[in-house]
């Protein structure tokens, strides 16, 4: 406000006069009024208070009833919180972040990481046959069990129809079970990873594709391999498997087999003609005075492609057990035959005079005589041959005698 003679402003509005000439301010304009319940809630001033002091604690009890009228709205203003949507999944939690909610992809993921870990040269291996089919079996699985989800990404669709049957994932449990013991011929940490991812694979597959009125299990009869002559076979690749845990020959620590021409440590032909050595034992790991150190045993799962013959009698076995009235190619009666051959010219590749060779060779035999019959189509056991039509019947004959010298 400004002094209407001087033009000079008041410090305070309340002033009457001025404080530079002493001239008489204008009247101040009549203060708004406040409301009644504000005022009826304040304190009482005391009198000897000024009018100006007052007002002026009027104006700042409002600004902190004010303050606290805000604070206690804006707990009452925040967001709700975001609830996470849910997808609808009922399953295990465990399963829940799988692709496909599936137990049988988390079993292709272990037996996939054991592929990845038997690189390392302190782990066993699955040999380059065993890696290359079960890749081509983990795919055709998970790209089988997305599908069935409804969630299947693009790269589904290029994976060929022909490996969405059924049978590929029935196929493909047989054959890790069958590698499974493949790995049993060397313990460590990769057995039972392997073995977990085969246990989760084997137990869904079970239930969804082998067992059932409608699973492939409809088309075998396994009970039938223990009827002759097919139990022959049975033993016969019994026999084989066990052999392939049996010494095999001698090897050098690098893993290559032993020449026939490394002298025995220690021995009297370990020298020259002309010099006469004392025969002495020595250790066989005795690098220093010894030139066959390091040789050690090895079995017939350290041969190359040991994982052959036993698919090729795996496959045989399962052929066997096929109910007479499936269909099947003509060509299949020969595929016994075949097993035969393939696991004969691997045994003879690696052939020594160990007792593994022998076994093995001698199962081999027992096999081979269920193949020939086989080929011949004399491999049904008795109980389910069909009956024979005798064109002869003797019964039949004197029941009509009487009948033909009547007529005559």
Known sequence: MQCPECGESAADVRLSYCENCGAKMPARPAAAPRPSSARGNRPSRPASEPAYASELMDEEEEIRQQG???SSRAPAAAPPPKVEEDDGYTGPRWLKDVPGHSQSVLGAGLVVFSLVLSILPFFPNVGVLGTLLTLVGAVALVARELRRDGNAPGWVDSVPLVLMRPEVPAVFTLLLLALTVRLL?????LVPLWAAGTVLIALEQTRLVIAGPDGV?????VRSLVGFPRVVALAG????????FLPWGKMTADGSPLPSNVPVPGSARAGPPELRVIPTHRPSDDSLYS????IQTRSGWDLPMSELPELALLALL???ALRPEVERPAFLRWVPVGAVSVSLLWALMGVRLAVGPLAFLLGLGAVGFYAVRHALGRDEPDGLLPPEDDPYDPDQDLETEPDSGSRR
């Open 68 to 70: 606290r009228a805000s």
């Open 185 to 189: 011929s060397g313990f460590n940490l």
């Open 217 to 221: 299990s409809r088309h075998l009869d």
């Open 237 to 244: 690749v019994a026999m084989c498997v066990v052999a392939l």
């Open 291 to 294: 030139q066959g150190g390091g």
């Open 318 to 320: 399962v052929i066997a």
